[in-house]
């Protein structure tokens, strides 16, 4: 039997059988309700969590690396976080910049639903998660957070960022948080490969096994 991670053709393979209900519109088994106490921007935050999302009991040390080391999102226009398990990105977002409007998206029932709530319970007006489709497809948006589902396939997850990525506003930026054995290296090449000439991708910075992408869309040119 293989053990997992291995190599198949060069590339890394996880297995994602395991994780795979997280990715799931509507997980298995009672989507229960159960207090999580976690820090936010330097304060302890009252909220909840549940099973059947992705890091159901913190922060996981992806997203730490990402809040921890981008710069603060556009202070107004629209904010994104894609994939927003139990809030924890969207959350900051809307903490940090309380005059910008904050799309969270996952395809998960259970996340949708918690980070409505979390967000009601910080008392972020700002903030709002829903399914990808929900979100008017004409919107733009001055910054994207994302720790990326990279153990949901490359085919899916090369789909995901060619969904959101291109409508970052121009000036926008995006940052992407993903961990070098899981491919971050190959993921910047075809970013930089995939988007158009109007973008530039780049790595800003390397922390405890994770890398940063930029992504970032070109302000139009002075006339």
């Known amino acids: 039997m293989a053990q997992f991670p291995f190599t198949l053709q060069g590339e890394l393979i996880w297995p994602v059988m395991e994780s795979a209900h997280y990715f799931s519109t509507s997980p298995a088994g ?104 929900a979100v008017d497809p004409e919107l733009r948006f001055d910054t994207i957070w994302s720790n990326p589902p990279i153990r949901v396939g490359k085919d899916e997850l090369h789909s995901l960022l060619l969904l959101w990525l291109p409508r970052l506003a121009p000036g926008g930026t995006a940052w992407l948080v993903v961990q070098k054995n899981l491919g971050s290296d190959s993921l910047q090449r075809w970013l930089a490969t995939e988007l158009d000439a109007t973008f530039t991708v780049s790595r800003e910075s390397t922390a405890k096994s994770f890398r940063i992408l930029k992504v970032r869309k070109a302000s139009p040119s002075p006339q």
């Open 30 to 133: 009672p989507f229960t309700r159960k207090p999580l106490n976690v820090e936010l921007l330097g304060q302890q935050r009252a909220l909840q969590t549940s099973a059947g999302i992705f890091s159901p009991d913190g922060i996981d040390k992806g997203t730490a690396v990402l809040l921890a080391d981008v710069p603060a999102p556009a202070p107004q226009g629209n904010l994104l976080d894609i994939g927003c398990g139990w809030g924890p990105i969207a959350l900051t977002m809307g903490l940090r910049a309380p005059h910008a409007r904050v799309y969270a998206v996952d395809v998960n029932e259970r996340c949708i639903a918690l980070t409505n709530e979390n967000a009601a319970a910080l008392g972020l007006a700002n903030v709002s998660a829903s399914t990808p489709e």
